[in-house]
């Protein structure tokens, strides 16, 4: 089993930066695809960015070229900067992880149906 623990939210304004944490604890070996969700209130879930075990990265529309997305396997930490932050951005963000390679039996990371997933850390962006 995988625990996932996110960190590093909070509230900035509309332009700034945040740089999301999760740290893996457990069996974290063979995890092959991660990425991270977020859930606006009212809002379906949706992906935001993934990546596998071999760095390859996949981003949602909505955030290519504000947002990267790395992978320390040393740590086994995921990291997702934010720059250029917009109030459409403010939701609670998911790390999730998977055994399973990101396209087994999916399109990508984006929409893979991850095993693990953390407790959420909320960002909120003011205009």
């Known amino acids: 089993q995988v625990q996932l623990v996110e960190s590093g939210g909070g509230s900035v304004q509309a332009g700034g930066s945040l740089r999301l944490s999760c740290a893996a604890f457990?069996?974290?070996?063979?995890?092959?695809?991660m990425g991270w969700f977020r859930q606006a209130p009212g809002k379906e879930r949706e992906g935001v960015a993934g990546i596998d075990s071999d760095g390859s990265a996949s981003y949602a529309d909505s955030v290519k070229g504000r947002f990267t997305i790395s992978l320390d396997n040393v740590k086994n930490n995921l990291y997702l900067q934010m720059n250029s932050l917009k109030p459409e951005d403010t939701a609670m963000y998911y790390c999730?992880?998977?055994?399973?390679?990101?396209?087994?039996?999916?399109?990508?990371?984006?929409?893979?149906?991850?095993?693990?997933w953390g407790q959420g850390t909320q960002v909120t962006v003011s205009s």
């Open positions: 999730a992880a998977d055994y399973r390679d990101c396209y087994s039996s999916s399109r990508g990371p984006l929409s893979l149906r991850y095993n693990f």
């Open positions: 457990g069996y974290t070996y063979s995890l092959l695809c």
